[in-house]
């Protein structure tokens, strides 16, 4: 049997903007248009960030909450709401003159709105972006209220690692404690060196090292920022991993040339078909993640 890859798109993100490229999805009705239209090309996973009506990033749970419904009404995606949410708009506050911080409060609501997965960044990192140095701090104590909340409301985590150093400590530590059994989802995030301070640039080397590294029992999928998804995906494939694309790590299809979410998955689907390996589906998805049937699918079995 050829193996199932899990294709996750990333329609959104928290940084991006209309301006870098008018196909980017914000609102809800939008993002959920783009995310069937996503699924239908073969993408099993959306990792979605809210935004509010004027666009600035949020994680408030009536809005995600809003979104996976009408992502519901359309496929049985697997629905990945981000932890993270940006660094402006509700989601910062000012530390000192020249310091903010992304919000834990405002972060850890994004696990009231229903998703299946949420991102835990159980590392500290400094966002450079819009004119500002912001932090985003997850400390041991921080990381292990979140990482409990999410086990409180039956949420797998995926584990958000940028460096090497972010698998060997805090993700190590929560998942040695019991706090969230495996698989554990991990997102091997490279190429962001640019934004934030700790991450690492894309190569095969680093790469290798940082699959070499993960913990027993993880799944991990690879996300690329801009020209580096390419390549850095079709690597993750080589080695026995799953692939996340979209807009928010990369706004064009070939340099200077913006595209959309649909056309990113379609070309990942045809790597991984030419490599002789199959794009998962939903089901398929929850199953190798170690998640529970949706509603949807339960029903459908209940009814065979």
């Not at 809800?28 to 783009?34: H, K, Q, V």
């Not at 894309?202 to 913990?215: A, R």
């Not at 993640?289 to 339960?298: D, I, R, T, V, Y």
Request: proline share 7%.
């Amino acid at each position: 049997m050829s193996r199932k890859v899990i294709v996750t798109v990333a329609p959104t993100g928290g940084f991006a903007t209309r301006a870098q490229n008018p196909h980017l999805p914000t609102q809800p009705d939008e993002i959920a248009e783009d995310v069937a239209r996503c699924h239908a090309a073969g993408a099993s996973v959306a990792a979605l960030h809210a935004r509010l009506p004027n666009d600035e990033p949020t994680c408030d749970a009536a809005i995600y909450g809003r979104i996976n419904t009408l992502i519901r009404e359309r496929c049985d995606i697997v629905i990945n709401n981000s932890g993270g949410g940006g660094v402006t708009g509700a989601m910062g506050r000012r530390l000192s003159d020249d310091l903010w911080e992304v919000d834990l409060d405002e972060r850890m609501k994004a696990a009231d709105a229903g998703a299946e997965i949420v991102t835990l960044n159980a590392m500290t990192v400094l966002a450079t972006l819009a004119g500002r140095e912001t932090l985003l701090t997850a400390s041991p104590r921080r990381a292990r209220i979140f990482a409990q909340r999410l086990r409180d409301r039956a949420i797998k985590p995926e584990w958000e690692a940028f460096s090497p150093a972010h698998l060997m400590q805090d993700m190590r530590t929560l998942t040695a404690e019991g706090l969230e059994p495996a698989p554990h989802i991990v997102n091997l995030c490279l190429g962001f060196d640019h934004v934030f301070q700790g991450a690492m640039p894309y190569s095969p080397k680093i790469l290798q090292m940082m699959v070499e590294l993960l913990p027993a029992g993880s799944v991990f999928s690879v996300a690329a920022a801009g020209a580096a998804q390419l390549p850095a995906t079709t690597h993750a494939l080589l080695l026995g991993g799953h692939v996340r694309v979209g807009l928010e790590d990369n706004l064009d299809y070939l340099p200077g040339e913006p595209t959309t979410n649909s056309r990113l998955v379609e070309r990942m689907v045809r790597i991984i078909r030419e490599l002789g390996m199959e794009p998962a589906t939903p089901g398929e998805a929850r199953e190798i993640l170690g998640l529970g049937p949706s509603k949807s699918q339960a029903r459908a079995e209940q009814a065979a």
